[in-house]
């Protein structure tokens, strides 16, 4: 703990406060969130531990990378260590670009795009190795984000884009267990989740579409004043027409990602297929 040195803060989570730190071992500056366990109810209390053992697992390029944890017991407070993204978050890109009346470039779109799919791809898809190491039998892990938005996509000092938050993500088997309640936005709230409210992997592939819509046309696909008229243009999937700037390509991509029916939806494997080669910048570096 004696080896950070706290700086200015940097964002207000839910739980407590986000703190630039300096690790002074190699003066390396890092993110730390501060949060205060007295106020907790048992439910955050767990969805925090959820957070920190997720976190543990995913190491990838796009992911938030978690370093370490430590628990203050005198002041009954959590410290989580994670990588410092000096750039902010997606909202405020999409936030500036509204103001000044300009739309983003179809390049930086993909360039965003791809880089949140092989996120996700990798929480979907990845394999989870704490526990199974010791076996050699690596065993399929899905995780489910459950709150993919603009606030929770930062941008890294190595100029990627880190998919982060996973505050209410929670670990999936593969057995089909499906978390049963819903605690994300609802503007990206998935048709299934309104009529089932069960959520899967495909629930993320409809808050992926309603990013990707947003990066292009500088509002949510769907928007209405109070929730239950939310729910019904959801569950309708009636999409207002993209800015006519964006390709076919992009607007496929959409239309394919906010299908009603959660089936129809592709897997994130599928739209990497999908995806022309050209489109990932991310493997041009
Ligand atoms: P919450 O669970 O309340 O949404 P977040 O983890 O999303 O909390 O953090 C809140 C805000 O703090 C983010 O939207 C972001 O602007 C900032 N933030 C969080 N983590 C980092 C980080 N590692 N680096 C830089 N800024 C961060
Ligand atoms: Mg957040």
Redesign the pocket.
């Given at each position: 703990m004696d080896n950070y040195e706290p700086l200015e803060i940097?964002?207000?989570?839910?739980?407590g406060l986000?703190r630039k730190v300096r690790r002074k071992s190699d003066s390396r500056i890092l993110?730390r969130?501060e949060i205060d366990y007295r106020r907790m109810n048992d439910k955050e209390r767990n969805q925090l531990v959820s957070e920190v053992n997720i976190l543990r697992e995913l190491k990838h390029p796009n992911i938030?990378r978690y370093y370490d944890r430590y628990i203050d017991n005198t002041n009954c407070m959590i410290y989580i260590i994670?990588?410092?993204?000096e750039g902010?978050?997606l909202s405020s890109i999409i936030k500036k670009c509204r103001k000044e009346g300009n739309y983003l470039s179809e390049s930086t779109i993909w360039f965003f795009f791809t880089q949140i799919l092989q996120a996700l791809h990798e929480c979907h898809y990845g394999y989870g190795n704490s526990k199974c190491d010791s076996d050699h039998s690596q065993q399929h892990i899905t995780i489910l984000h459950r709150d993919i938005k603009p606030?929770?996509v930062?941008l890294g000092s190595d100029n990627k884009l880190k998919l982060?938050?996973f505050?209410l993500s929670r670990k999936l088997n593969l057995d089909r267990e499906l978390a049963q309640t819903y605690v994300g936005t609802p503007y990206y709230m998935s048709p299934e989740l309104i009529t089932e409210s069960h959520y899967d992997t495909k629930s993320d592939i409809w808050s992926l579409g309603c990013l990707l819509y947003e990066l292009c046309a500088l509002q949510p696909p769907f928007q209405a004043k109070s929730q239950p008229s939310l729910a019904i243009k959801i569950s309708a999937g009636m999409i207002p027409p993209l800015p006519s700037r964006y390709s076919e390509e992009l607007n496929n991509i959409i239309r394919a990602t906010l299908m009603v029916d959660p089936n129809k939806r592709p897997t994130t494997m599928e739209l990497l297929k999908m995806m022309h080669p050209s489109r990932d910048i991310t493997r041009r570096e």
């Open positions: 940097i964002g207000t989570g839910s739980f986000i993110a969130k938030v994670m990588e410092y993204c902010g978050d606030e929770n930062l982060g938050d505050g």
